[in-house]
Nanobody, 126 residues
Framework: QVQLVESGGGLVQAGDSLRLSCAAS????????MAWFRQAPGKEREFVAA????????YYADSVKGRFTISRNNAKNTVDLQMNSLKPEDTAVYYC???????????????????WGQGTQVTVSS
């Protein structure tokens, strides 16, 4: 079993920055692919960013590319999402997710991930 706990959400103004963090426990974190997804009211959960177990490859949704950065610290069992130049359309509940084994689904697919955190609210005012 894997437990994921997100932190760092809040209310900010457009153009501000925010850093989300996800702490993992329960299994060998260093072998997980990790990702951030988000879900706005009335919308489906969507991919934001992902990072492979080694940290060598990262993936981003087009809507956040150049503004968000995902990183991980395998020694601390954490994965962070640095969000810069925030926009009102970034408002959503942000979820941390972990993929502990191989899958037919790609790293950007929601179905790839077996474990999810409870989510943290990010609200960007205009």
């Amino acid at each position: 079993q894997v437990q994921l706990v997100e932190s760092g959400g809040g209310l900010v103004q457009a153009g501000d920055s925010l850093r989300l963090s996800c702490a993992a426990s329960g299994r060998t974190f260093s072998r997980f692919a990790m990702a951030w997804f988000r879900q706005a009211p009335g919308k489906e959960r969507e991919f934001v960013a992902a990072i492979v177990w080694s940290g060598g490859n990262t993936y981003y949704a087009d809507s956040v590319k150049g503004r968000f950065t995902i990183s991980r610290n395998n020694a601390k069992n954490t994965v962070d999402l640095q969000m810069n130049s925030l926009k009102p359309e970034d408002t959503a509940v942000y979820y941390c997710a972990a993929a502990t084994s191989g899958s037919k689904y790609t790293i950007v697919s929601l179905q790839r991930y077996e474990y999810w955190g409870q989510g943290t609210q990010v609200t960007v005012s205009s």
